[in-house]
């Protein structure tokens, strides 16, 4: 719908974008973090509607101060003289063209770092398309396979088919581009895609199917990163049943397994103990406020 005049999207937002904060971030995979931190730029809203999210004070609350393209471009700036690897834009692409204007007025005022565009992969092919002359490194995530799971845990029954085309798009983009960079001497991604798969307990089932569709698209044009991670919020824990719970080791091993098994060549994955709400950070417009 037309989100100009204030008016709301399923996203939660206006047209105006809205940033809750603009920092340095550690716990992205290493080829995006390496040791300095990815310059990470919080978005607000989002076009999925998770039940297990971890982000929810912005995703859905609402939290967040509206921003210019003028100031962020200033964050980005600002980020690359605090030491940041990279621009990593979370959850940006519902506000795609004024965060299209941002880049390039940081690029003309001298900021040289890759791009990343983190998201949760229910993006449209038209808008990766337009993005794709700024953005370096797609992080993008796949979630399910399922439809009916989509619909049930995140309101999006086509959430496979949208983040299916969003991925290929993706995918052809960096190989337009010249395919995937790393520099040799830091390891960090200087071009490429790396796509996320959250496991979610109880769902291995769907996990083996993501990952055969991943395979399908993108073989080994695109790093896997195979996340246990999953912390139950506290709407899931009261709730009950699978997603009350975190992955087990088995399920993560069978997954891992698989994933060797269809071809990955550049796996990253989780060593156990990561159930941790310390992978959220502190939402609280930390470098958001500033000059233009």
Sequence with gaps: MDRDNGRTGFCG??????????????????PISGDSGSGAIFFSGCTLRCVFCQNHEISTGGFGLEVTPARIARMMLELESQGAVNINLVTALHFAPTVLEAVLRARDKGMGL???CNTGGYELVDTIRAMSDVVDVWLPDFKYADG???????????????????LAEMVSSVESAGGRLVDEQTGLMRR???????????HLDD??????????????SADL???????????????????????????YEIALCHADDLGFERIWWQEGG???ESFVPAFDATGVAGPE
């Design 192 to 202: 490429g895609v790396i796509v996320r798969h959250l496991m979610l307990p109880g």
């Design 207 to 220: 996990t083996l199917a993501v990952l055969g569709r991943i395979w399908g698209i993108a073989g080994n």
């Design 148 to 166: 009916g799971l989509a619909r049930r845990l995140s309101a999006a029954a086509d959430y496979p088919e949208v983040a299916a085309a969003a």
């Design 114 to 116: 890759p791009v990343v």
């Design 225 to 251: 990163s195979l996340m246990n991670q999953y912390t139950p919020n506290d709407a899931c824990r009261r709730a009950g049943g699978e997603l009350a719970r975190a992955v087990t080791d088995e399920e």
């Design 274 to 276: 990561t159930v941790s």
């Design 13 to 30: 937002m206006s047209s105006a974008p809205r940033a809750a904060r603009s920092a340095l971030h550690f716990w992205e995979e290493p």
